[in-house]
């Protein structure tokens, strides 16, 4: 079983950064992808972005240009670098990864971003 550790959220104002993080508790080069969501509670869950392992990117097109992923394998963590960040960036951000070790999915317990003047 692979546990996900988030941290990183917190209230932010609008035009600011944060950088969340997704700790493993496997080896993080071994998933096929790290993944990250967000759901408010005004709106479905929704793709944010998607670090693939041979580093290939995706982006939401509403965060694209603005918000990064990244890993750093010697700490099996992934990272969610938000820059420029808009009020409608409000949410619970969670990670999720798959692990072709295990055939399965596994998500963070989430962490709050709140993005408010």
């Known amino acids: 079983q692979v546990q996900l550790v988030e941290s990183g959220g917190g209230l932010v104002q609008p035009g600011g950064s944060l950088t969340l993080s997704c700790a493993a508790s496997?080896?993080?080069?071994?998933?096929?992808?790290v993944s990250w969501y967000r759901q408010s509670p005004w709106k479905q869950r929704e793709f944010v972005a998607t670090?693939?392992?041979?580093?290939?990117?995706n982006y939401a097109d509403s965060v694209r240009g603005r918000f990064s992923v990244s890993r750093d394998d010697a700490k099996n963590t992934g990272y969610l670098q938000m820059n420029s960040l808009k009020s409608e960036d409000t949410a619970v951000y969670s990670c999720?990864?798959?692990?072709?070790?295990?055939?399965?999915?596994?998500w963070g317990q989430g962490t709050q971003v709140t993005v408010s003047s």
């Open positions: 670090l693939f392992r041979d580093r290939t990117t």
């Open positions: 999720k990864v798959y692990s072709p070790t295990y055939n399965s999915y596994y």
């Open positions: 496997e080896s993080i080069v071994d998933f096929t992808y």
